[in-house]
């Protein structure tokens, strides 16, 4: 079986979670999280990175940081994952969806000033798949309302935006370290910000908001979000290959589009717009019409040919858990809608071979003929 994932470790990971435990630093206090702050920090552009035990917390630690809760509504993507709106809602806001471009996956940032209310605090980036979102337009409405702008970046590392980088377009940005994103830890994510009182107040909430004068007294509540210095070697020890990385992506990306490009009945994300290259995090397909199962029926029938694929985003505003609050009832995202049945990502990890996508294509091709 193909893997829809396989990480490669060719570089000093080994040497460098040696170190950890020849010098017994494995907690977060050892050297590998300061370094991997620093580093990846500086490749998104931005000045303070805080690094978390996940992608999903560090938009918690987000949220938290920019004081949203009870009261607020936050836009973002209907087409993104749960974490996005679990954040949200567990802030005490209120998450309001807006669909996605036909050809890009990305939120649509024409629909977001038809969502904005007195009560929004926030707008939600995500940029999907391996483009980002059209950024100037969200920008200015963001500036003209005063929001707040989150970038969730997990799934763009080194990713640029008419030549600005990713991460550093809103007030605070996060990023995932699971196996399948550019830079891998195990389990691991990062907030980012170019504003020193954001990062600090991140590192206090992280980390139980001990106090500095007094460790045991809390004024606030905070949580143990840290990551390990062994998560944090490996982190490294990626970093200083992440150009090699995103080449390779790029070059998984041009390998598929090579043998898929122009079939009629698949639709690709676009190989480029105008303001970014794609950076292919996966690579994903979108059943035309004429293609007469859907993406589940297609998943089988690739894995019975050694072949695995996964599942796009289900949309939020079709989630049982919210529809079961009665959220969402009367909101249609037929963008959304359509591409979370119709769309399936093919194996697009940083260990794919050549020979591996040709396999993988040449089974798309022969199960949707
Ligand atoms: C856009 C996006 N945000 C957040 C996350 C969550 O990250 P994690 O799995 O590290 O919690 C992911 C993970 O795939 C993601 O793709």
Not at 120 to 137: N, S
Not at 190 to 208: G, I, P, S
Not at 225 to 249: H, T
Request: glycine content about 8%; overall charge neutral; proline content about 4%.
């Amino acid at each position: 079986m193909i893997p829809v994932n396989r990480p490669l470790f060719d570089g000093n990971e080994k040497k460098y979670l040696n170190e950890c435990i020849d010098t017994g630093w494995i907690s977060s206090e050892g050297p590998f999280v300061k370094k991997l702050e620093v580093g990846f920090s500086k490749l998104m552009g931005c000045a303070h990175g805080i690094a978390v035990c996940n992608g999903s917390l560090a938009i918690e630690l987000a949220l938290a940081a920019l004081r949203i809760g009870p009261g607020d509504e936050v836009i973002l993507p209907s087409f993104t994952i749960i974490s996005c709106a679990a954040a949200i809602v567990r802030a005490g806001a209120l998450p309001v969806v807006v669909d996605c471009q036909h050809d890009t996956w990305n939120m649509d940032p024409a629909l977001i000033a038809g969502k904005i209310t007195s009560r929004t605090k926030a707008i939600m980036v995500v940029h999907i798949y391996g483009l980002p979102v059209d950024m100037d337009p969200v920008i200015e409405l963001a500036r003209r309302h005063d929001l707040f702008i989150i970038e969730d970046a997990a799934e763009q590392h080194g990713q640029s935006y008419k030549g600005r980088l990713v991460g550093s377009l809103g007030d605070i940005a996060t990023v995932s370290f699971y196996p399948n994103k550019q830079i891998v830890t195990g389990e691991g994510g990062m907030v980012l910000t170019n504003d020193k009182t954001l990062a600090d107040r991140c590192r206090h909430l992280r980390n139980l908001c001990f106090d500095k004068e007094r460790r045991f007294i809390h004024e606030e509540l905070g949580w143990n979000f840290r990551m390990s210095n062994l998560q944090a070697a490996i982190g490294v020890a990626q970093l200083e290959r992440i150009g090699q990385i995103v080449a390779k992506k790029r070059q998984i990306g041009h390998w598929y589009q090579q043998r898929l490009r122009g079939h009629p009945r698949l639709q690709m994300q676009r190989e480029r717009t105008e303001y970014a290259e794609n950076i292919y995090w996966v690579f994903g397909v979108v059943l035309d019409d004429a293609v007469p199962f859907d993406a589940a029926e297609a998943m089988t029938r690739l894995k019975s040919k050694g072949v695995d694929s996964r599942h796009f985003f289900w949309p939020l505003h079709e989630q049982p858990v919210f529809r079961n609050r009665g959220w969402f009832m009367n909101e249609r995202c037929p963008n959304a809608e359509r591409i979370a049945r119709r769309g399936l990502y093919l194996p697009s990890g940083v260990g794919l071979t050549e020979k591996e996508a040709d396999i993988s294509a040449r089974a798309l091709l022969e199960i949707i003929r």
